[in-house]
């Protein structure tokens, strides 16, 4: 052992509390069934490759029965049910999530890659936390300020990313199952274990046949759902690229649209700011889930005069983050999604050094197997910089510079995206001066990617519209009017 170095012995959890099936079909109508028109796919393990399952790829046929199971469970069961007992159903589930909670974060690590203190921790508990609070929801919408008989939307279409996989699922079926909409959603092809799992939870709840229906695929399978007639409601986390395309492909129609798309966060650091805690706070803006974060403080601006110390303690606290396999308990950054995405951090990383700026990545044995990415950053980074501009989606940092709080606001807002902020300062005043002038969707005040099922989620200009998350997060599955007009077949 070095001096001032502790080494760890490995802390794995357990496989064994999963029971992996080899293959799943699609849940549809309340019940796992065969593929009528589409394939199979097989999701790997990204720490090591291994094929954990074979998935069905839904072809459009497929996806008309989850649409019109979702329809027929919305005009008989659901749309007409009290928002009491719709809350009922809502608690159960967020009950059998926390029962079922260390079974999904295996899952949850082993299909996406990301370390499994952060599944246990983060993502399962507000996963369940999110049912919770939109349970509460369910019997007082006429309370939540969108008219005295708000009625729900319909069928939605919904189709979630990678990176959260449960979480985004909670995000978008809690809220829709509150105000009394039904359900059609397509998980990640590379993630969709979880989602299949919450079918199984959703039997075990007792929850109404057609509510929620699961139809896993690729890009085709999303795109069948986006366009079909029968959705009334289209709600998208992902892509800013594929965000615009869904944009295109439901402008004219009855359907209403959510879009959370990319960012390129700033993450500004003050002369007076608590250092060490900033420090911590650029760690979790930047490596937090190997950097898969859509709001990711993945632009570092430091005032000029504090530069160098801020720098040194980066590298410093860099240098103890420990990759390696998400399931060891001891691990802070785990496997790159996919190996596709390893190509694409991979490829603008080699853009931001030719460009001319200086890469340092933390020292690090990544595994021989699987998909990895030591955490890096640049520096001498300008904001004509690619890496600067681009959302890389990985645990790469560009570092710049500032000298005055106005320079600061200029070079943060300096980008097509507006997802999210951090200011570190011990300035309460400098702080709402910043949050009223940063054109980001969240601002972060001396913490970073803190998530709160009370608190409203969502972006500016090409990070996308509409909210998630708070008495916001209704509004999206909510239209005024009478029942006979949103039941509407």
């Given at each position: 052992m070095s001096a001032g170095k502790f080494e760890y012995a490995p802390a794995p959890e357990s496989r064994s509390v999963v029971d992996l099936r080899s293959s799943y079909g699609l849940f549809v109508g309340g019940e796992f069934v065969p593929t009528a028109d589409g394939r199979m796919f097989k999701t790997v393990s990204p720490a090591t490759e291994e094929v954990l399952a074979e998935v069905t790829e839904a072809g459009t046929e497929d996806v008309d029965r989850a649409v019109r199971a979702a329809r027929t469970a919305f005009d008989s069961v659901w749309?007409?049910?009290?928002?009491?007992?719709?809350?009922?159903?809502?608690?159960?589930?967020?009950?059998?999530?926390?029962?079922?909670?260390?079974?999904?974060?295996?899952?949850?690590?082993?299909?996406?890659?990301?370390?499994?203190?952060?599944?246990?921790d983060v993502d399962i508990p507000l996963a369940a936390a999110h049912f919770f609070y939109y349970a509460g929801w369910a019997d007082k919408l006429e309370y939540?300020?969108?008219?005295?008989?708000?009625?729900?939307?319909?069928?939605?279409?919904?189709?979630?990313?990678?990176?959260?996989?449960?979480?985004?699922?909670?995000?978008?079926?809690?809220?829709?199952?509150?105000?009394?909409?039904?359900?059609?959603?397509?998980?990640?092809?590379?993630?969709?274990?979880?989602?299949?799992?919450?079918?199984?939870?959703?039997?075990?709840?007792?929850?109404?046949?057609?509510?929620?229906?699961?139809?896993?695929?690729?890009?085709?399978?999303?795109?069948?759902?986006?366009?079909?007639?029968?959705?009334?409601?289209?709600?998208?986390?992902?892509?800013?690229?594929?965000?615009?395309?869904?944009?295109?492909?439901?402008?004219?129609?009855?359907?209403?649209?959510?879009?959370?798309?990319?960012?390129?966060?700033?993450?500004?650091?003050?002369?007076?700011?608590?250092?060490?805690?900033?420090?911590?706070?650029?760690?979790?803006?930047?490596?937090?889930?190997?950097?898969?974060?859509?709001c990711a403080g993945?632009?570092?601006?430091?005032?000029?005069?504090?530069?160098?110390?801020?720098?040194?303690?980066l590298k410093r606290r860099m240098a103890t983050l420990r990759v390696g396999d998400p399931l060891d308990k001891n691990t802070d950054v785990g496997a790159i999604n996919s190996a596709e995405q390893l190509r694409r951090i991979a490829t603008l990383s080699e853009v931001g050094e030719a460009e001319g700026a200086e890469r340092w990545s933390a020292p690090c044995e990544l595994p021989d197997r699987g998909y990895w990415f030591a955490p890096t950053i640049f520096t001498g980074v300008t904001q004509a910089h690619r890496i600067a501009r681009e959302e890389i989606f990985g645990p790469v940092l560009s570092v710049l510079t500032f000298r005055t709080p106005a320079e600061a606001v200029e070079k943060a807002n300096n980008t097509p995206y507006g997802l999210s902020a951090g200011v570190w300062t011990e300035k309460?005043?400098?702080?709402?001066?910043?949050?009223?002038?940063?054109?980001?969707?969240?601002?972060?005040?001396?913490?970073?990617?803190?998530?709160?099922?009370?608190?409203?989620?969502?972006?500016?200009?090409?990070?996308?519209?509409?909210?998630?998350?708070?008495?916001?997060?209704?509004?999206?599955?909510?239209?005024?009017?009478?029942?006979?007009?949103?039941?509407?077949?």
């Open positions: 749309g007409p049910m009290s928002g009491r007992d719709r809350g009922k159903f809502l608690f159960r589930i967020a009950r059998l999530i926390q029962e079922r909670a260390r079974e999904l974060a295996v899952l949850e690590s082993l299909d996406n890659g990301k370390p499994i203190r952060e599944s246990r939540a300020g969108f008219g005295a008989d708000p009625r729900p939307v319909g069928v939605a279409g919904q189709v979630i990313p990678w990176n959260f996989p449960l979480l985004m699922l909670a995000w978008k079926i809690a809220p829709a199952l509150a105000c009394g909409n039904t359900v059609v959603l397509k998980p990640a092809e590379t993630t969709p274990l979880t989602a299949l799992l919450f079918a199984e939870i959703c039997q075990q709840a007792d929850l109404p046949p057609g509510v929620v229906n699961i139809v896993t695929g690729a890009g085709a399978t999303g795109q069948a759902i986006v366009e079909h007639e029968g959705v009334d409601k289209v709600a998208f986390t992902g892509s800013t690229e594929v965000g615009k395309a869904i944009a295109r492909s439901v402008a004219g129609t009855h359907k209403l649209v959510t879009l959370e798309l990319g960012g390129k966060a700033a993450n500004v650091v003050f002369d007076d700011a608590p250092l060490d805690q900033a420090v911590e706070g650029i760690v979790n803006g930047i490596f937090f889930n190997q950097g898969h974060v859509c993945s632009r570092l601006l430091v005032q000029e005069n504090v530069y160098d110390e801020v720098l040194d303690r309460g005043s400098r702080i709402l001066w910043m949050a009223d002038r940063l054109r980001a969707g969240v601002v972060w005040a001396n913490t970073f990617n803190r998530f709160d099922p009370t608190s409203p989620f969502g972006g500016y200009k090409e990070s996308g519209h509409g909210r998630e998350g708070g008495r916001h997060g209704l509004a999206a599955y909510l239209r005024a009017g009478n029942p006979k007009e949103a039941a509407r077949a």
